[in-house]
Structure formats: structure tokens, C-alpha cells
């Protein structure tokens, strides 16, 4: 998700991706955080609740737009102090200059091992860093 070259980003991404509706190579995309461009980078007019299937290729573009520093390490996402099945988080720093200047978190879903749900998330998503300080254990696993 780091790889500066788009083009090896895109095949490095494709096997992990998977939806139902469009196969290998694709993604759910959901966005929660604030209008940073994810629309114009995509060429989509709205991006609704529901998110919007991108291919690896797109989704190769979109963090390279981005422009990401650096990525925590993946836990699981927590709801009531619970880890969730099949659904990871991990935070992300952008570097100067990037559409979202704080960064955020990306929150995803494994669907029969592939990655069938993207969604990005404010830091503070399911109480993280709360959730680090109650269950130490987690930010070891990283």
C-alpha cells in the first residue's frame, strides 16, 4: 500500500482483493472520514453509505493520492471490548502535503481470506486507542 510505483502497487494488491459481485481484483470502498477527494480521485460523483467496488488498480491510486507514511500494525477491530471477527483496523500517517493531513484509519473485512471491505475511518473508530490501553495485549500482537 506503500509502493510509489502504481502499477506494482495494482498487482501487488489484486490477489488480495475479492467481492462477490465483481471477483478478484476488487474492493468495497467505504468512506467515513471528511471530503478529502476520494470522489474526484475516482471519477465517482458520490460515494454513498454503502461504499463503491474499485478495482486494485484504483485502489493502488487512491493511496499513492493519498500519499501515506507510514501504517500501525493490523488488530482486530473491537466492538464492547470484544475483537470482531474477520474485521482488522489499523491506523495510517500521511505525509506533508497529503489530501488528509491527520491521517486516519482503515478499517478492513476478510471474506474467505481476501480482503472483501475497505473503509476509512476516523483515528478514534471503534475507540482504538482506548481499546490499546485496556488490552495491551493487542499493541503486542502488532
Known amino acids: 500500500?506503500?509502493?510509489?510505483?502504481?502499477?506494482?502497487?495494482?498487482?501487488?494488491?489484486?490477489?488480495?482483493?475479492?467481492?462477490?459481485?465483481s471477483g478478484n481484483g476488487s474492493v468495497l470502498l467505504q468512506n467515513?472520514?471528511?471530503?478529502?477527494?476520494?470522489?474526484a480521485l475516482l471519477q465517482v460523483p458520490n460515494i454513498a453509505d454503502d461504499g463503491v467496488v474499485v478495482t486494485a488498480a484504483q485502489l493502488a491510486n487512491v493511496f499513492a493520492?493519498?500519499?501515506?507514511?507510514?501504517f500501525s500494525c493490523a488488530r482486530p477491530a473491537q466492538e464492547q471490548g470484544q475483537?470482531?471477527?474477520?474485521?482488522?483496523i489499523m491506523?495510517?500517517?500521511?505525509?506533508?502535503?497529503?489530501?488528509?493531513e491527520k491521517g486516519g484509519a482503515l478499517e478492513f473485512e476478510l471474506v474467505q481470506g481476501k480482503i472483501g471491505r475497505l473503509a476509512f475511518q476516523h483515528p478514534s473508530f471503534r475507540d482504538f486507542e482506548q481499546n490499546l490501553a485496556d488490552y495491551p495485549?493487542?499493541?503486542?500482537?502488532?
Open 1 to 21: 500500500m506503500q509502493n510509489p510505483n502504481k502499477d506494482e502497487a495494482a498487482r501487488q494488491l489484486y490477489p488480495l482483493l475479492n467481492t462477490e459481485k
Open 137 to 142: 495485549d493487542l499493541a503486542a500482537a502488532g
Open 65 to 70: 493520492a493519498l500519499n501515506v507514511d507510514s
Open 32 to 39: 467515513h472520514l471528511s471530503n478529502f477527494g476520494l470522489e
Open 91 to 100: 491506523l495510517f500517517a500521511t505525509k506533508p502535503g497529503s489530501p488528509r
Open 83 to 88: 475483537p470482531m471477527a474477520n474485521i482488522g
